[in-house]
């Protein structure tokens, strides 16, 4: 009986790596461009506005990565129509995992995870907060500001890239490649540790199980969303390293210790990867339950 060959190809592999590399690249060109035209139309709104608020002016610096999500989305739109359909509502044709209620169900996990990090934190005592004055309406441009940024993030991670890789690979080739990445977008953030590293990692994992599990882009904007405001704009904490310059709450004192990080903040904790860690966890049991990604019912 003659034996088949099943040894892969190397011209195979070869072109395999090659996607993998292409998909890469897109990626940092979305963040690169993206970003370079966000700094000038900041720097130059500075220049229109000089007497703008501190606190105004740090928003800018989320809304600036609007032209990452405009970038994202006119690309798709052109020439990856299937990743594009996945970011819209099922009544337009996407995915049926684009609804309200998973965007809410986001935003309570995001901000349900940060809370019990920082709750831990405060009843350890390695911090202490003074309130400041509370207004709606900047709270309120805060949100879709963080939700701009988060979405950019989110687009160019669980939506293009995970969304062009797994047409040719295993899922987790997609998972470990996004996650990375996302990973190393965070490398010059200010205070970053090799623990803070895996868990940004292990954030990006946890919502790319969202993807697969549910596919749902807006309920992974909706956790990241709530995650990094509830840091920064809520308690005034460190997120990724950066301080808001206006919050509610503000950080008076801090220590360091197992439950908080006074460089990185909570995302720089052990407390961070455990929960991160269930919320991944609890990602995968509640999807299988439901006999997903067959058809990402809800």
Partial sequence: MEEKDLSVPAKSVKQKRHFILAVIAIALLFMFVGSTIGELTVLLLRK?????SGGSA??????????IDVLVLTYCALFEKDIFR???????????GNTGKNFAFGLLIGFGMNALCILLAW????IHFYAGRFQLLYMLCALVCVCIQSGAEELVTRGYMMGALQKRYPVWVAIATNALLFGAMHLSNPGITVLSFLNIVAIAVALSLVMYYFGSIWMCIAVHTAWNYTQNLLFGLPNSG??????????EAAKDSLFYDVAFGIEGTLTAVIVITIFGAAVVYLGRKKGLPAENRN
Wanted: aromatic share 18%; proline share 8%.
């Fill in 48 to 52: 229109l506005f000089p007497n703008m």
């Fill in 86 to 96: 996945s970011f819209l509502h099922p009544r337009q044709g996407g995915s049926p």
């Fill in 58 to 67: 740090f928003l800018l610096e989320y809304l600036a990565f609007i032209w």
């Fill in 242 to 251: 950066k301080v808001s310059e206006s919050s509610f709450l503000h950080l």
């Fill in 123 to 126: 009843l350890h005592g390695d």
